[in-house]
């Protein structure tokens, strides 16, 4: 059950395509030799899915409890947590991807305004968010197993339109794949089998490729808006394995952060709508 669990993701993706396929077919090919096998690929899709649900609903069930890791923070000075895993897990909504415990973070630097949702044009430039650009580091040492840099930093996504667009747009991302789900992301794997990820990142900003061996804090890339993203920020988890199609993800905190304004540093993650101040 368990393998049919972590495979669940693909096997969503899998059935899908087979579901499009056979209606496209079955509206092209019409009483053709094709027609019969053509009406069986959505029945096979629907089974799919029917597996990979609930193979969904009974692995959660029965998924092993993991300590959490201590890790350097990717970024440093005044952030803000967004879909954090203190507030609710899973903290996307979702397993999917290995992002149980994943956290998105948005710069907001003392003294620089950060555009506010709703105002200003619903389709921003990047650069006039102030964690677009800024340094990314890793969170472990270890070895890049993934970097993938080619992605365009698209515009924000700023007002409730654009977000729906948003919405329809992640449909079609996630037809291609966990790739255009990220965007420009690395990847790095660690001595004890943990996997770092951090994604959205800029185009043609890494600093590493595959097979670098870096240290935690170590910069990386710079943040960008690539992949499924509203905004300019960090998004960061640990993983059990390097796919994200079959990892699990994994509790962490940060190492020696001020969670708020006036608090003494720490680990942990911010909340939902809580600064992390990072020296």
């Known amino acids: 059950m368990m393998a049919v669990y972590r495979a669940r993701t693909a096997l969503i993706a899998v059935s899908a395509l087979l579901i499009f396929a056979g209606t496209v077919l079955g509206l092209l090919l019409p009483d053709s030799p094709l027609d019969v096998a053509a009406r069986l690929l959505p029945v096979v899709g629907v089974v799919g899915m029917l597996v990979a649900?609930?193979?969904?609903?009974?692995?959660?069930?029965?998924?092993?409890?993991?300590?959490?890791?201590?890790?350097?923070?990717?970024?440093?000075?005044?952030?803000?947590?967004?879909?954090?895993?203190?507030?609710?897990?899973?903290?996307?909504?979702?397993?999917?991807?290995?992002?149980?415990?994943?956290?998105?973070?948005?710069?907001?630097?003392?003294?620089?305004?950060?555009?506010?949702?709703?105002?200003?044009?619903?389709?921003r430039r990047p650069e006039e968010y102030p964690a677009f650009g800024q340094p990314v580091r890793a969170m472990i040492d270890g070895v890049v197993v993934k970097a993938s840099t080619s992605q365009p930093d698209h515009r924000a996504r700023s007002t409730w339109p654009s977000v729906i667009y948003l919405m329809l747009e992640g449909m079609i991302r996630e037809l291609g794949g966990p790739r255009f789900i990220l965007g420009n992301h690395v990847t790095i794997r660690g001595n004890d089998g943990v996997y770092a990820l951090v994604a959205h990142l800029k185009q043609a900003s890494l600093l590493v490729s595959v097979g670098d061996t870096v240290r935690a804090g170590q910069?990386?890339?710079?943040?960008?808006?690539?992949?499924?993203?509203?905004?300019?920020?960090?998004?960061?988890?640990?993983?059990d394995r390097a796919s994200v199609w079959t990892a699990q993800g994994l509790p962490m905190a940060f190492a020696d952060v001020a969670l708020g304004d006036e608090a003494e540093p720490e680990n942990g993650l911010p909340s939902n709508d809580q600064h992390m101040i990072v020296a």
């Open 219 to 239: 910069v990386i890339a710079d943040c960008g808006n690539s992949g499924n993203t509203s905004e300019p920020h960090v998004h960061a988890q640990l993983m």
């Open 53 to 123: 649900f609930g193979a969904g609903l009974l692995g959660t069930k029965s998924l092993p409890e993991h300590r959490t890791l201590t890790v350097t923070s990717p970024v440093v000075g005044r952030w803000m947590g967004m879909n954090s895993p203190t507030s609710k897990v899973p903290s996307h909504g979702i397993r999917a991807y290995g992002q149980a415990y994943a956290i998105d973070l948005v710069a907001e630097p003392p003294g620089v305004d950060r555009p506010a949702f709703g105002s200003g044009a619903a389709f």
